[in-house]
């Protein structure tokens, strides 16, 4: 068994770690230590962000989140189709048709049950 074989691997394994581990320990090093009660402040969710871990959340957040990644991943699922529609011919489009109409049938559902309402 030759070892300059794993020459390329090793490498690789020393290049991953020092990219993520050198500008963490140059920061810690180097960077400035100076919290104020703006960079400790709720940010974006709502809640303070040094209490108690077992904290309870608005089930809202949760709902949001999810509708959000819903229909996050329609568009995801655009991209590949809308590059392949002439290979797939009418019948990929009318099943994409079919995709979307079931997706705006739940986005529809979802707004008048007022799951987008953030109060």
Known sequence: MNLEQYLPV??????GVGVGVVPQLLGALLGPHRPDPAKNSP??????AFEDA???FDVRYYL???LFILF???IAFLFPWAV???EIGPTGFWAMMVFLGILVVGFVYEWKKGALDWE
């Open 54 to 56: 077992r904290m309870k």
């Open 64 to 66: 949001v989140a999810i």
């Open 84 to 86: 392949s529609l002439r």
């Open 10 to 15: 090793i490498l690789f394994i020393l290049v």
């Open 72 to 74: 996050d991943l329609e």
């Open 43 to 48: 940010y974006e969710c709502g809640f303070e």
